[in-house]
């Protein structure tokens, strides 16, 4: 018998907004494969409290995304599991600094493997499955995709040549399969140090005046996978709170 309920590849799965995505999606149905790297116990601590609600509904898989055959891997394991793949999310993300004048080709080739590479070949290897699935991709970008952040050149293209592969394989899987994207604004403060000058400005040139919540990005990744945004393809969303503007 086929699988019975929708599944999700979702990486960068176990802390932060990729928790907040995960838990979002299976408490409203969807099975789960939870990508991490270096989160070991973190993944393990989510697939229980999601396994505790519903069992046999999640599948933790470990992979360096900068690794390219380790992306097709992904999915053939989730394929494995459960047969089928409704949903792809790429939520995991490097982000550091790269100044201009000491920036050095490491750093380019690093934040272009996981931030650009892994989203489009994890997508080249889902396609077949989601369109058999009439399913559909969310890839989490960056409002800096739109107005580079100082010091972070090379991030800031990684995220705007994610904005571009989004648009460019809308074009390619449809009618298939839908392609979106989510451009978060400030929802969790770096883990790297940030002075507090600099939350501030963000602040300011927010119009709602606040940070918003791993939730908020959840809920717009459910609903563009779901059939409410059936018309919806090739989009960028941003939820920044009125930051672009």
Known sequence: MPHPRPVALVTGAARRIGAAIARRLHAHGFDLALHHLGSGAEAAALAAELEAVRSGGTLVLRADLARFDRLPELVAACIGR???LDALVNNASLF???PVGSAVPAQWEALFAVNARAPFFLAQAAAPHLRAARGAIVNLADLYAQRPLHDHALYSATKAALVSLTRALAQELAPQVRVNAV????ILWPE?????A?????????????IGAPEDIAA???????????????????VDGGRTR
């Open 82 to 84: 459960y047969g089928r």
């Open 96 to 98: 550091h600094p790269t």
């Open 183 to 186: 451009a978060p604004g400030a």
């Open 192 to 196: 790297q140090a940030q002075a507090h």
């Open 198 to 210: 600099a939350r501030q400005s963000i602040l300011a040139a927010t119009a709602l005046g606040r």
């Open 220 to 238: 717009a990744v459910h609903w563009l996978l779901s059939a409410e945004a059936g018309y919806v393809t090739g989009q960028v969303l941003h």
